[in-house]
């Protein structure tokens, strides 16, 4: 299988978030994925560019990187912001713990990143960057 890989650069706008998703399930439709698994790459997406406009940023123009890569049948997403940070990273990944309390549907994005991924990886360096690192291996491209 190919590898390949691209890169995506959006400004913190929640508009931008939809296009995000579409972009990154795009490359991935070269490994011709299930549409459940389509669905979850977008889901997991989604949540991952929301979490750096919503949490990252207070502002609607700042950057967000994503970084998408093919290695054999598995699509590695990396969502990146240099936002405030998460101070505790543990403490964030647990089910409905969240920095905005006001906000409906607020502490579920990692719950929901790791439900429909394989692998999940957060690093964050309060005030310089947060990284999210997502894997999903894409079972229909091994069967051929």
Do not use: Q, W
């Amino acid at each position: 299988m190919m590898n390949n890989r691209m890169k995506l650069e959006i400004l913190s706008k929640s508009d931008n978030e939809s296009f995000a998703r579409v972009v990154v399930s795009a490359f991935a439709a070269k490994l011709d994925p299930t549409i459940e698994e389509i669905t979850d790459i977008k889901t997991a997406v989604s949540e991952a560019v929301t979490n750096s406009i919503i949490h990252g940023y207070n502002r609607d123009d700042e950057v967000i990187h994503i970084t998408c890569e093919i290695d054999k049948n598995t699509v590695i997403i990396e969502v990146i912001d240099y936002g405030v940070g998460i101070k505790d990273v543990g403490k964030a990944m647990e089910p409905l713990f969240t920095s905005k309390p006001e906000m409906e549907r607020s502490g579920m994005g990692f719950t929901v990143m790791e439900s429909f991924m394989d692998e999940v990886e957060v690093k964050s360096i309060p005030g310089v960057e947060t990284r999210v690192k997502m894997k999903k291996t894409i079972n229909s491209a091994m069967n051929r």
